[in-house]
T-cell receptor, first 116, second 112 residues
């Protein structure tokens, strides 16, 4: 049981290049999320998918696209990278806590992206 | 939109001291979560509080959910260097369309 996995762990891009960040979870969770984390800004939601086949914008969606490929996988694509997208990106999934009646999130290890 | 505010933003204390971190919101949440994040890692869940007034203990950590379910606190007794990290609160779940909102975090350093 690996939980939430992300690839790659590190990436350096030049301005204008594109790339896709991959995320997979093996906990049979319905909901998946992409966040970015910047110093002093906390975690900000980019996109989320409440269930397979649906995606919705979060707080900071501009410059990103997502695909919920199946229940396990949720990818984040940067079509034309900009220096402002330099950040640490986290994928997360959520499912009910047994007996608690509340959803909580489980995070991947992150992708550290630098755009030059 | 920053729905959750945490204080203090930074905290540096000596080993053995006690501390309290606060998470406040103007919104009501059905649950609040506390996470700890270590450098180079993703956040790891510490606890979820669901009921207003609820108190949960995790060894030397005590979590409280406000009666109105708008705020929460984390108290650490006799802090140890292993407690060093970024503490994040988050609110949300099914009542917010399965979106979660995070505070900006409290960076704790415990000096041996």
């Amino acid at each position: 049981n690996a939980g939430v996995t992300q690839t790659p762990k590190f990436q350096v891009l030049k301005t204008g290049q594109s790339m896709t960040l991959q995320c997979a979870q093996d906990m049979n969770h319905n909901s998946m999320y992409w966040y970015r984390q910047d110093p002093g800004m906390g975690l900000r939601l980019i996109y989320y998918s409440a269930s397979e086949g649906t995606t919705d914008k979060g707080e900071v969606p501009n410059g990103y696209n997502v695909s919920r490929l199946n229940k396990r996988e949720f990818s984040l694509r940067l079509e034309s990278a900009a220096p402002s997208q330099t950040s640490v990106y986290f994928c997360a999934s959520s499912g009910n806590l047994v007996g608690a009646g509340a959803d909580t999130q489980y995070f991947g290890p992150g992708t550290r992206l630098t755009v030059l | 939109t920053q729905l959750l505010e945490q204080s203090p933003q930074f905290l540096s204390i000596q080993e053995g001291e006690n501390l309290t971190v606060y998470c406040n919101s103007s919104s009501v949440f059905s649950s609040l979560q506390w996470y700890r994040q270590e450098p180079g890692e993703g956040p790891v869940l510490l606890v979820t509080v669901v009921t207003g007034g609820e108190v949960k203990k995790l060894k030397r950590l005590t979590f409280q959910f406000g009666d109105a379910r708008k705020d929460s606190s984390l108290h650490i007794t006799a802090a140890q260097p292993g407690d060093t990290g970024l503490y994040l609160c988050a609110g949300g779940g099914p009542d917010t369309g399965n979106q979660f909102y995070f505070g900006t975090g409290t960076s704790l350093t415990v000096i041996p």
